[in-house]
């Protein structure tokens, strides 16, 4: 079992909705990050997470330590937010080492 | 926000040759930067971690001999990977851990555009 889970692996919406992206763990962590993954491959940070909620503009980043689950979720959805998002664990005690999820295809269409 | 530049953002060699990635940290000093690869389809990986004025630590199965790393300042972190092989061509992605924000006890980490290496 991998150490980290995204779903959906692909996800298309219509441009308005409402998107949410699921990252299930099964380790420790110290931080979760959510990242953006652009087409060209640049990776921006969206979110870094320990406990709680964060929201950035359109963006909301949820995190149950207890679960072991984040969800990202994009309001408003806009084509321009077609991306990967990939959900990446920092591993209590490997201070250095994030260990990524496989990432989401987002495809908002018009 | 703090931005990271690489470059070349890509590059394409010959079988054997070797090839230097550059890493800068623009407006900001990090302690400490990270390499990753991508295969397509696939997850970043972690290569290597190099703090500055150090060795660099390298993860299992990357051969250091191979992927040379310099840190020689708080700005510019080097990746070169010596006699290029075509399984090499990948996705090559620095990030940086800034150090103001790590001494106050806050991880940001910030990565940098890529650079697309492929070897013929």
């Known amino acids: 079992k991998n150490e980290v889970e995204q779903s959906p692996q692909n996800l298309t919406a219509q441009e308005g909705e409402f998107i949410t992206i699921n990252c299930s763990y099964s380790?420790?962590?110290?931080?979760l990050h959510w990242l953006q993954q652009h087409p060209g491959g640049g990776i921006v940070s969206l979110f870094m997470?320990?406990?709680g909620k964060k929201k950035h503009g359109r963006l909301i980043a949820t995190i149950n330590i207890q679960e072991k689950h984040s969800s990202l979720h994009i309001t408003a959805s806009h084509p321009r937010d077609s991306a990967v998002y990939i959900c990446?664990?920092?591993?209590?005690?490997?201070?250095?080492?994030?260990?990524f999820g496989t990432g989401t295809l987002l495809a908002v269409q018009p | 926000g703090a931005v990271v530049s690489q470059h070349p953002s890509w590059v394409i060699c010959k079988s054997g040759t070797s090839v230097k990635i550059e890493c800068r940290s623009l407006?900001?000093?990090?302690?400490?930067m990270f390499w990753y690869r991508q295969f397509p389809k696939q997850s970043l990986m972690l290569m290597a971690t190099?703090?500055?004025?150090?060795?660099?630590?390298?993860e299992q199965g990357v051969e250091k001999d191979k992927f040379l790393i310099n840190h020689a300042s708080l700005t510019l972190s080097t990746l070169t990977v010596t006699s290029a092989h075509p399984e090499d061509s990948s996705f090559y992605i620095c990030?940086?851990?800034?150090?103001?924000?790590?001494?106050?006890?806050?991880?940001?980490?910030?990565f940098g555009p890529g650079t697309r290496l492929l070897v013929l």
């Open positions: 990030s940086a851990r800034d150090l103001v924000s790590w001494r106050e006890g806050r991880e940001t980490q910030y």
């Open positions: 380790v420790g962590i110290s931080a």
């Open positions: 997470l320990s406990s």
């Open positions: 990446a664990l920092r591993v209590v005690g490997a201070t250095n080492k994030l260990i």
């Open positions: 407006d900001f000093q990090a302690t400490t």
């Open positions: 190099s703090n500055e004025g150090s060795k660099a630590t390298y």
